[in-house]
């Protein structure tokens, strides 16, 4: 089997699909197919696949290869070195990971020179044989005939031996490969606190006598125990129970040397497998298994960013509607931008209800003003510092408004991320005359009205989309959630004549340039008459239009096809279908009745299969459909504004901000989000809380439990609000959308760090080697 038909068996199993077609995604990915484009118009040719199995597949696609290019190399080296028999080939070519690839190849890979390079060099090699083939010899006596110039003593001479030895363990892949199954199966995460941290590190209390298996240990708790070490408060140790584990270890390294009698050589070489374990392979089944627990706890994470971050891209938006936007501040005033019904900045304006100006008939005036002026319909508040204060100062000017005139409805909306775009170089590009305080106001208005054009201008990981964003690997974060808003804003389709840049930039087949060359070819030429058009944009050729094209709308055009999803290249078959109902395009599209009577199996010919065929039917009873839900908002209840103001049996509306593994944080208007635990979701068991909520969602919570000095709030969705209880092991509020958003460490009762603001640097990289260098000092 060659290497590509490998690699597409592996992923083939991985995705329920058939190598066939991981065959025929990976030749379209690799010809410059983006998945969007691969997943919504090469049906035919992929069987299928969908979006989600195309990510993992051109995720794993790029592991494989790497781990293919790996083997090569390790087996040209092995080759090189005149090293390599039919046995170690064979045993190369099995490896399934790169763990145990690596494994393989320690005893031929270069290294520096070590004790046991030392002893070899001091001709103690053959000292060690000898003492394995005679069990029966004393060591010592052995030893002996080693001692020189070189070799001080007896002693010197059987501790070069155990080197050699020890080396040669270490480098057993087949010990290697049992002893990490074991310890995987075994090994306990063991945290305590490090002396006289205990009142610093106070919020990580539940971690200071912690131990748990290695293997049940989640994602969010892993992350908390690596932040609480790489914060020095805790030391970290994986290891098994010393009382049962570590002698079932030490008793594979004895098996490894065939130390099982009780000859003086077999003394002599249980010791040795001892200091083995001990010094050597303990501490690097620790690094293996820590490396792990952070690959599996960033891996997860990093799925919980990917949905939460899916599910706010994809909230409903309001609509093309006049928006005033207000970003709420105290001492330095609200800011106002109201933007026109396309997303048009029309007028700005600062307000000072607030002390210490105080200045309510002003403020209340101008706000009037605005609406009237520019016929608001839609206010949106942020939901930062003062966002109640401003709510509750809104909804009394809004009473002075004439009778005659429509009172427009105020949303709360989380301003997570805009402070980011409003110093971005971006909003600078956009505003470059205007102060990016009222930058902030222009994003907060602008994301209500279509929160999907306007969050694809902020950094998607600014957005505040899970906790511990910020610990996690931010390489494969960025790629994650990257993948996400091209998903997402590919499912929506983006209008070709209004898009921004920023937002066409998503567009499959695009990219930031030729995003910015489509925008100056409509700024210089007007808007675009149809699709086909776009050709005319320099540097967009055939390929580019060919991934866009489809996800491209144009309304009222030349072409009525081009506000649909139908791609270009099948307009031909959609005016065949068209011609079988016996009416004008523009009249059937939308027009379900007309399409009933018929069969998509007429329409399959030599290039469309009917996945297409299905498609098209499906595009000309709703052309261009949008699939986000229809918008609602939650209503904060008056007199709730603070977590002062909350008692248990409380029942409030609120808005879903965030979906962790553990349960739901919900915005319920008191600048601190509560906490409804996965147990407290349902009248029901729930393995996994997207099956209930998602971000953005309105709920209906019942508060159970409110601790105000560690600012933690408990929720319940039960039809029954749950029994009133103390928060279970995840439970925290997390911090107000916009600042850090990574929960409490999660524990019994763990304390949050609510509104700190994380350092650049803050990743976590650090608590791999602050733990590593603890291990070694408990093992000297």
Not at 173 to 201: I, N, W
Not at 356 to 367: H, M, S, Y
Not at 571 to 584: M, T, W
Not at 639 to 668: C, H, Q, W, Y
Request: hydrophobic content about 40%; proline content about 6%.
């Amino acid at each position: 089997m060659d290497t590509e038909q490998r690699i597409a068996r592996t992923i083939a199993a991985e995705i329920a699909a058939t190598p066939r077609q991981v065959t025929a995604a990976t030749e379209l990915l690799d010809g410059g197919a983006t998945v969007p484009f691969v997943a919504r118009y090469r049906k035919e040719v992929t069987g299928g696949l969908d979006d989600t199995q195309l990510r993992t597949l051109a995720d794993r696609l790029g592991y494989l290869r790497e781990l293919e290019a790996r083997r090569a190399a390790i087996l040209k080296s092995i080759r090189d070195q005149d090293r390599l028999t039919p046995e170690l080939e064979r045993a190369i070519a099995g490896a399934e990971t790169k763990a145990t690839l690596e494994d393989i190849y320690l005893p031929y890979k270069p290294k520096r020179r070590t004790k046991a390079t030392i002893a070899r060099e001091n001709g103690l090699e053959p000292l060690a044989r000898a003492i394995l083939a005679d069990r029966s010899a004393e060591p010592a006596r052995l030893a002996e005939a080693y001692v020189g110039a070189a070799v001080p003593g007896t002693k010197e001479a059987l501790d070069g031996a155990r080197d050699i030895l020890a080396e040669e363990l270490a480098e057993n892949a087949d010990l290697l490969g049992r002893l990490r199954g074991f310890m995987q199966r075994e090994a306990f995460v063991t945290a305590r606190v490090a002396p006289g941290k205990e009142e610093a590190g106070a919020k990580f209390s539940d971690y200071f006598d912690h131990r748990e298996a290695w293997k049940d240990m989640p994602a969010h708790r892993a992350l908390a125990i690596l932040r609480a070490s790489k914060e020095e408060v805790v030391t970290i140790d994986i290891a098994p129970d010393p009382e049962t584990g570590a002698p079932q270890a030490e008793g594979m390294v004895r098996a490894a040397l065939g130390a099982t009698g009780d000859a003086p050589g077999d003394r002599w070489l249980r010791d040795v497998a001892s200091w083995t374990w001990r010094v050597k392979l303990s501490l690097s089944m620790y690094v293996d298994l820590m490396s792990e627990l952070r690959a599996r706890a960033h891996e997860e994470a990093i799925k919980v960013f990917a949905r939460n971050l899916r599910d706010l891209l994809l909230a409903a938006p309001a609509g093309a509607k006049a928006t005033l936007g207000l970003d709420p501040g105290l001492r330095t005033g609200v800011k106002a931008a109201v933007v026109d019904a396309t997303g048009k900045l029309v007028a700005t304006d600062t307000l000072y209800p607030f002390p210490p100006r105080r200045d309510v008939q002003g403020a209340e005036a101008a706000l009037l003003h605005l609406i009237t002026r520019h016929d608001v319909t839609l206010i949106a508040i942020g939901n930062g510092t003062a966002s109640r204060e401003t709510e509750r100062f809104v909804a009394e000017a809004l009473k002075r408004l004439p009778a005659s005139a429509t009172t427009p409805t105020k949303v709360i909306v989380s301003e997570a991320g805009a402070s980011v775009y409003s110093a971005s170089e971006l909003a600078a590009r956009e505003f470059p005359d205007l102060d990016v305080s009222l930058r902030g106001a222009v994003s907060i208005a602008r994301r209500l009205q279509d929160p999907l054009a306007e969050l694809v201008k902020i950094e998607p990981k600014s957005i505040g989309v899970g906790q511990y964003q910020h610990d996690v690997d931010q390489k494969r974060l960025a790629k994650a959630l990257e993948g996400v808003v091209e998903d997402a804003v590919n499912a929506v389709g983006v209008d070709l004549n209004t898009a921004s840049a920023p937002l066409l930039a998503h567009v499959a087949g695009l990219g930031p340039a030729l995003a910015q060359a489509i925008v100056t070819h409509r700024d210089a030429a007007g808007a675009y008459a149809t699709r086909k058009a776009l050709l005319k944009v320099p540097g967009l050729g055939p390929k580019a239009f060919e991934q866009c094209a489809g996800f491209l709308r144009i309304r009222d055009g030349s072409e009525p096809l081009d506000a649909s999803a139908v791609h270009p290249e099948a307009y031909g078959l959609a005016r065949r279908i068209v011609s079988a109902c016996g009416r004008d395009i523009r009249a059937l599209m939308g027009a379900p009745e007309a399409l009933r009577g018929l069969s998509a199996e007429d329409f399959v010919d030599d290039t469309f299969g009917l996945p297409t065929v299905r498609d098209i039917l499906s595009e000309l009873e709703k052309p261009g459909r949008d699939p986000r839900p229809d918008f609602v908002t939650a209503k904060f209840s008056d007199g709730v504004e603070d977590i002062k103001d909350l008692r248990p049996g409380m029942s409030l509306e609120g808005t879903v901000t965030n979906v962790a593994a553990f349960g739901a944080f919900v915005d319920i208007g008191v600048h601190q989000d509560g906490l409804v635990h996965i147990s407290q979701l349902a009248d029901r068991f729930v393995k996994d809380p997207h099956e209930v909520v998602k971000a953005g969602d309105v709920v209906r919570v019942r508060v159970t439990e409110v601790d105000v000095p560690r600012k933690r709030i408990g929720l319940s969705m039960r039809k029954d609000g749950g029994a009133a209880q103390s928060a279970p092991r995840e439970a925290g509020a997390r911090a107000a959308p916009g600042k850090d958003t990574r929960p409490p460490p999660n524990g019994p009762k763990g304390g949050g760090t609510p509104g700190r603001t994380p350092k650049k640097d803050d990743t976590g990289g650090g608590a791999m080697a602050d733990a590593l260098r603890a291990a070694m000092e408990r093992r000297r």
